[in-house]
């Protein structure tokens, strides 16, 4: 099994920067992408960002030319650059996983359990 552990998040003021990363807890074996999700308590889990190895990176508009992510495969390591943050950017960042842990295994969504964004004057 795999376990993704995220952290970075805390409280920031408005028009701060934090930084999020997540790292799983072993190699795959093949990564077909890797995306951060946020979620406010009550509602839908929300598309922030991904990194996908045949398409690239995309963005939610919200997010678009503020939030940056960076994934490195060999390592199984997602960041989640973010500046100019706002109020309506709090909620629990989880980050996620597409891929093979063997060869011999399926394609399997792999998912941590989130760290805090707070943004508040």
């Known amino acids: 099994q795999v376990q993704l552990v995220e952290s970075g998040g805390g409280l920031v003021q408005p028009g701060g920067s934090l930084r999020l990363s997540c790292k799983a807890s072993?190699?795959?074996?093949?990564?077909?992408?890797m995306a951060w999700y946020r979620q406010i308590p009550g509602k839908q889990r929300e598309f922030v960002a991904r990194?996908?190895?045949?398409?690239?990176?995309n963005y939610t508009e919200s997010v678009e030319g503020r939030f940056f992510i960076s994934g490195d495969v060999f390592g199984a390591t997602v960041d989640l650059q973010m500046n100019n943050l706002k109020p309506e950017d709090t909620a629990n960042y989880l980050c996620?996983?597409?891929?093979?842990?063997?060869?011999?295994?399926?394609?399997?969504?792999?998912w941590g359990t989130g760290t805090l964004v707070a943004v508040s004057s």
């Open positions: 996620n996983i597409d891929g093979w842990i063997e060869e011999s295994t399926g394609r399997t969504n792999y």
């Open positions: 072993r190699g795959f074996f093949s990564i077909m992408s």
């Open positions: 990194q996908h190895s045949l398409s690239g990176s």
